[in-house]
């Protein structure tokens, strides 16, 4: 195989026809891209899962009687309900937190509103107990057997309201996917097009070859590499577009506080390679079938 | 170096098969015309010989070649045992008149030395020596047709197949091509050359095969074209 004839057959094709070469690295690149956000997705779900599911709790906050009562849950109804969770198989420790506590813990939270703070006295802040869990999954046994129990005002679960926001990411991710989808059919059908397209254009070409005894790869693989280039390009044009969404607008979202960070290296690996893999394979497999389907050997 | 046993084909959008029991054998180094009337069979022939088609029945053999039983990946051998002519030249227009012929030895994977060095020599043969540099549009008729020819020859094959190649050329031109066919001919090479064209088959007197309607009906071997035609 001489590479400098083969590369030479490559470039000629894909300047040939520039119009679709460059509707065809568009489409692959923008889903590539969005098959790239569905993995940020994917890896950024994960890490809150790691960072917080550790941390969530079922916070049974109390009634009145012993928010206002009892400062370090030494009395008989906070006690034993204290005594009680500690027994419990479920539980792994179980932190009082009483009504100071609470009230600090929000000072310190909604520091930055002084209005919402001047309207809140320590007096409308529950005293809780903060349990954690062996498994923050199986929260629900807990909430049902500690509602509505003497001294109990409310039993909130914290993975409840996580769920909700991993909800969100979820929907994210699976509606990055169906776009990767769609695009990538689109993707699919101009690659077979421009191959097709480009085999007319170089029927002469490929009928001489065919008569001179040319093998299978001499003649069709200019066109199957013409369709690994355009994925080429259009994985590390994805990358581009995934690294200029992060630096322009994910960054301001994702600060590390709240959502992780997504950093460049972790665009550049492992999601860059996984794309570029993805392309390759994909536009190196539809450019083999369409060449099976539609241009004759 | 060509044997067609009994070979029928029919193509599926037709009634009449376009051959019907066809048994002819060329030996090496012969020169055979295949003359008839369009529509007689001669371009599949050809066709069969190059294993663009596969015969409905019957045996074809090209040198060792069993072309109908041909594994896929094994039909290139074949072709490059087998250099094709055609009426209308089939030059890439924006090569060379080299670039052309060496075209036909690099998809073959060639390698370069070699190319360098056959290349001038088979312009030569051809008497095109002096032209290596020019494109096909600034030739004439007869000048891509040596062109053509040169390709088809570079990879010295057994056997060399012309589709009508005077088709588009004038009677003196065409002379100058029968001399260089007949020229190759003389290398040892076998020439099958289908051509409707009275005056050459004639001046040639060389084995005539004539088909009609998919049948042979004439193989002398040394023909005219016909009498009364």
Known sequence: ?297 | MIRLEEVSKVYKTSTRPALERVSVEVDKGEFVFLIGPSGSGKSTFLRLLLREEVPSKGRVMVSNFDVAKLARRRVPRLRQTIGCVFQDFRLLANKTVAENVAFALEVIGKPRPTIRKVVPEVLELVGLDGKADRLPNELSGGEQQRVAIARAFVNRPLVLLADEPTGNLDPDTSQDIMLLLERINRTGTTVLMATHDHSIVDSMRRRVVELQLGRVIRDDSRGVYGIGR
């Open chain 1, 1 to 297: 195989m001489r590479a400098s004839f083969v590369f030479s057959e490559v470039v000629t094709g894909l300047r040939r026809n520039v119009t679709m070469t460059i509707a065809m690295i568009l489409t692959t690149a923008v889903s590539l891209a969005m098959l790239g956000g569905g993995l940020l997705a994917v890896r950024t779900i994960d890490k809150m899962k790691a960072n917080f599911l550790a941390e969530v709790e079922v916070s049974i906050s109390l009634v009145d009687q012993v928010s206002a009562n009892d400062k370090n849950c030494s009395q008989q109804l906070c006690g034993s309900l204290r005594q009680s969770l500690q027994n419990n198989p479920g539980v792994e420790s179980v932190v009082y937190e009483n009504r100071d506590q609470a009230y600090q813990r929000f000072q310190k939270i909604f520091a930055s509103q002084p209005e919402l703070l001047e309207l809140t006295g320590p007096e409308a802040l529950p005293a809780s107990l903060q349990v954690k869990l062996k498994d923050p999954d199986r929260s629900d046994a807990i909430i049902k057997q500690y509602t509505g129990q003497p001294g109990v005002r409310k039993v909130d679960d914290q993975k409840k309201f996580l769920d909700r926001v991993f909800n969100v990411f979820n929907g994210v991710r699976n509606i990055a996917f169906v776009m990767a989808l769609i695009m990538a059919v689109a993707a699919l059908l101009l690659i077979a097009n421009t191959i097709q397209v480009s085999a007319f254009t170089r029927r002469t070409e490929v009928g001489i070859m065919r008569l001179v005894g040319a093998t299978r790869w001499y003649t069709q693989l200019p066109f199957l590499l013409e369709a690994v280039v355009a994925g080429v390009v259009g994985a590390v044009l994805g990358t581009v577009f995934l690294l200029l969404t992060k630096l322009s607008f994910l960054d301001s979202v994702f600060t590390g506080e709240v959502f992780p960070q997504i950093t460049t290296l972790e665009v550049l690996f492992p999601v860059a390679p996984i794309l570029l893999a993805v392309s390759v394979v994909i536009s190196a497999i539809t450019g083999y079938v369409t060449l099976r389907l539609y241009v004759r050997h």
